[in-house]
């Protein structure tokens, strides 16, 4: 409803947080959804065709990626992807999470657990400044 209402189709957030996976999600689930929070939308990109999803199933362990806007921080927005996304669907999904939310001047903070060796970009490794990634 909040894309629908919005002037270009997009969620405006000063920071924007992604996590991809179990682990990452936990970090996150433990350290910021604790807190109050409205869930935005789901998005379902990557994940495979006969994953059922709902607005009532928002354990971690559903296969499910939801966006929460924290009510004491209403200009944040956290992506919270309790499966890991595919290497090869990785980017594309990133691509149609960012075509819901105008990313200009937002801080977008990316928690994951998959190996550098599987990033994918339209932007050359070598013209990334550091830090890029943080173990």
Same mark, same amino acid.
């Given at each position: ?35 109050? /929070?409205?869930?935005?939308? +789901?998005? =379902?990109?990557?994940?495979?065709? #006969? *994953? ?7 354990? !971690? ?30 980017? /594309?999904?990133?691509?149609? +999470?960012? =075509?819901?939310?105008?990313?200009? #001047? *937002? ?7 998959? !190996? ?20």
């Amino acid at each position: 409803q909040e894309i629908a209402e919005s002037p270009n189709d997009c969620i405006e957030c000063s920071a924007l947080i992604v996590a991809i996976g179990p682990v990452a999600t936990g970090f996150l689930h433990t350290y910021l959804l604790h807190q109050d /929070s409205d869930i935005l939308g +789901l998005l =379902s990109t990557g994940l495979p065709e #006969n *994953t059922c999803n709902t607005f009532q199933q928002t354990s !971690p362990a559903d296969n499910t990626c939801y966006l929460h806007r924290l009510k004491a921080a209403p200009s944040v927005i956290l992506c919270q992807c309790n499966v890991d996304v595919p290497p090869e669907m990785m980017f /594309s999904w990133t691509q149609q +999470l960012f =075509s819901c939310i105008n990313i200009h #001047n *937002t801080y977008v903070g990316v928690l994951a657990s998959a !190996p550098v060796s599987d990033f994918r970009s339209s932007v050359a490794l070598s013209d990334i400044t550091v830090p890029f990634l943080r173990g």
